[in-house]
């Protein structure tokens, strides 16, 4: 299993990013996926997790209604359309996956290596 996660970078409150991540070494379609942060001094957290096979998501509350998790099946690729962006989703953000077990978040996950979200206000 190989993630490489990509497009974080420096945003002003309000912009928007995408974030990428491009699997390789397994069968797009059995796994799902998630994306974590982790912001300096804090614990990581779930933020938004897609079943490839049946499409179910899940969004964290702090991002409801501003992150949009979708995928590209003939891609091999999940994004992280991050909108409306503020100074507390400033994190690194990872990338991870598993087989899905029917669930839209993965159990035991892969991880990429993290691309940092800095928001300035």
């Known amino acids: 299993v190989q993630l490489q996660a990509s497009g974080g970078g420096l945003v002003q409150a309000g912009g928007s990013l995408r974030l990428s991540c491009a699997a390789s070494?397994?069968?797009?379609?059995?796994?799902?996926f998630g994306w974590f942060r982790q912001a300096p001094g804090k614990e990581r957290e779930g933020v938004s997790c897609i079943n490839i096979g049946d499409g179910s998501t899940y969004y964290a509350d702090s991002v409801k209604g501003r992150f949009t998790i979708s995928s590209d099946n003939a891609k091999n690729t999940v994004y992280l359309q991050m909108n409306w962006l503020n100074s507390e989703d400033t994190a690194v953000y990872y990338c991870?996956?598993?087989?899905?077990?029917?669930?839209?978040?993965?159990?035991?996950?892969?991880w990429g290596q993290g691309t940092l979200v800095t928001v300035s206000s």
């Open positions: 070494g397994f069968t797009f379609d059995d796994y799902a």
């Open positions: 991870a996956a598993a087989q899905s077990q029917g669930l839209e978040c993965p159990i035991d996950p892969s």
